[in-house]
């Protein structure tokens, strides 16, 4: 049984890497118009409830910018991380090759301090999408934005799209909300004076 599962692990793991490697040289084979973004990821200072906390934000910004596409074009999109730590982003919905999906150690590389990683992608599909960071809890501060990718062709008459992008932001660290949350107690409806302790 040892044996059998160290063999599994060990194909696994080719598999893994010859993906990788397989997807690395994604290029626009079909020559469709190509879309270029370029994004930086870095720390701000932001000030949403009257305390200042330091923050993460994609070009400046919380949530990052739109990005619009349309359906058929080839996405070119160059990520920046001016931290001093790991980031990444992942295109949550989107279907590409597996090498630029964006998950940290598991089918992309994380970008370290000072890098650019360039995603390569065709784009074969429309709708409405987002993308944010996989690496530890950066997304609670800050690293996420929308995709909207057009249709080729459209049936329906409107002036403009609008792009809504709803979130949560608490000061608090979101290590500190984690770690309060799995404890299951009623630490944050004590705060708001909801809890059914109370009483």
Known sequence: MKTLLSTFCAMLFIVTIQAQTANKSEENIDNWPERVYNLTIDYETVN???KEVKA??????????????????????????????ET???????????????????????????????????????GTYWYHSHTGLQEQRGVYGSIQINPKETELEYDKDLVLVLSDWMDENPKSQLKNLK??????????????KLG
Do not use: C
């Not at 989107?94 to 150690?105: A, K, Q, S, T």
């Not at 404890?183 to 944050?188: A, D, I, K, S, T």
């Open 88 to 126: 990444s982003v992942h295109w949550h919905g989107l279907i590409l090759p597996n090498f630029f999906d964006g998950v940290p150690y598991l089918t992309t590389p994380p970008i370290r301090p000072g890098e650019t990683f360039q995603y390569k992608f065709a784009l074969k599909q429309s």
């Open 48 to 50: 949403y409830t009257g």
């Open 183 to 196: 404890r299951g107690n009623e630490w944050y409806l004590i705060k708001k004076k909801s809890s059914t």
């Open 56 to 85: 993460m934000t994609i070009n400046g910004g919380i949530p990052g910018p739109n990005l619009e596409f349309t359906e058929g074009e080839f996405a070119i999109i160059n990520v920046t991380n001016n931290m001093d730590e």
